[in-house]
């Protein structure tokens, strides 16, 4: 069973950083596509980042040049750096694994309010 842990949500004031991660457990996590995604309270969830297999990475333009999406093949984690936060990102941040199926975390609380 694919089974993925989130945190490093927090409260932040707007113009600071916040770096979240995600460890998955039950998949091959080399081949495993991994994505940030968030849902802002009455909005639909959106993309935020994808990171591949292979590496390579899309971001939602509304994150260009403010995240940061890695990922740590031997740590089975993958992270979110996110700098520049906006009150608009306050979010319930969430991650998936793609690997014979789409899995989800339970969920981080990102909070941007000065």
């Known amino acids: 069973q694919v089974q993925l842990v989130e945190s490093g949500g927090g409260l932040v004031q707007p113009g600071e950083s916040l770096r979240l991660s995600c460890t998955v457990s039950?998949?091959?996590?080399?081949?495993?596509?991994m994505g940030w995604y968030r849902q802002a309270p009455g909005k639909q969830r959106e993309l935020v980042a994808v990171i591949g297999s292979g590496g390579d990475i899309h971001y939602a333009d509304f994150v260009k040049g403010r995240f940061t999406i890695s990922r740590d093949n031997a740590k089975s984690t993958v992270y979110l750096q996110m700098n520049s936060l906006k009150r608009e990102d306050t979010a319930v941040y969430f991650c998936k694994a793609n690997w014979a199926g789409d899995y989800w975390g339970q969920g981080t609380q990102v909070t941007v309010s000065s």
């Open positions: 039950g998949s091959i996590f080399s081949l495993t596509v």
